[in-house]
């Protein structure tokens, strides 16, 4: 190998390594904060290592922290999360399924206008359906709550599941699908046994995408939650907020990880697939 490649090639690996570590750096600053003593923090440096592993912090953040008045720790907005997210995770993704199967392979007259229509929600600042939001979960009487909670991320997310699944079925030969039809093969036949197998990459990329959405997503949590439906963001935010004699940053630090860890290990055990996904079609018009 010539210098020239072989120096170019460096460069770029030193790019992409200085690029990791400046990304991975606050992440690092957190954990060993977390592993900290309070007489540590205080004295040491930002990115020095603990003299020993203490896993205290972490420990108070999941069970003992106060978020206000109340001194449970994160472990109830936790669960809280879990039981909004998983749910609306699978219903916003099978729904996205079903239009993107509807709007790109069942046409009908004025399909494109009502998918170019339904494509506002994807750019539309969600501070403008608070407050209408807020008097249809009133209506339905699920306001402050997991449901109301749920039905709010499924609508939320609608206009971005059925633009990947509607882009990645435009793909699908049509013919396959007459084929079906003249077979014999009715519309959830076709759905099912023909289309969805089909889907495994789009699958994967919508249900991370959704995912990290919702587990994430602060707006919707501090807005329309209630007492004991409050998701992991409102909780952190309250613990980060709640003041005391002392601050204790490594609790603090726990804490954020804690939030962030369900949607790291997503990433890390299906970022390859959610890659997949998006080379796949995903984006593609």
């Known amino acids: 190998m010539s210098v020239k490649p072989l120096l170019a090639r460096s460069l770029v690996y030193l790019t992409l390594l200085a690029a990791a570590v400046f990304f991975l750096l606050p992440l690092y600053a957190m954990l060993v904060t977390s592993l900290k003593t309070a007489d540590e923090i205080r004295a040491g440096d930002l990115l020095a290592l603990p003299q020993a592993l203490n896993w205290e912090a972490w420990s108070v953040a999941w069970s003992q922290a106060c978020t206000g008045v109340d001194c449970n720790g994160l472990r109830p907005f936790f669960w809280n999360s879990v039981s909004m997210a998983v749910p609306a995770v699978m219903i916003s993704t099978v729904w996205g399924a079903l239009n993107g199967y509807v709007l790109s392979l069942w046409k009908f007259r004025g399909s494109d206008t009502l998918f170019g229509l339904l494509l506002f929600g994807v750019f539309m600042p969600f501070q403008v359906v608070l407050l209408p939001m807020s008097q249809v979960l009133g209506w339905l009487g699920i306001s402050s709550s997991i449901g109301g909670l749920i039905l709010v991320h499924c609508l939320a997310g609608l206009a971005g599941t059925t633009l990947f699944f509607r882009n990645y079925y435009s793909a699908i030969p049509r013919e396959l699908v007459n084929a079906a039809r003249i077979d ?67 609790v603090d630090m726990a804490a954020a990880i804690i939030a962030g860890l369900p949607t790291m290990a997503i990433y890390v055990l299906a970022g390859k697939f959610f890659v997949r996904g998006l080379t796949a079609g995903a984006v593609k018009g």
């Open 184 to 250: 014999g093969a009715s519309f959830w036949q076709i759905f099912w046994r023909i289309v969805l197998p089909l889907s495994t990459p789009i699958v994967m990329v919508t249900l991370i995408w959704q995912f990290t959405n919702i587990w994430n997503d602060f707006l919707f949590g501090v807005t329309f939650s209630g007492t004991d439906s409050k998701p992991i963001t409102v909780g952190l935010n309250n613990l980060a907020n709640t003041s005391s004699s002392v601050k204790a940053y490594n």
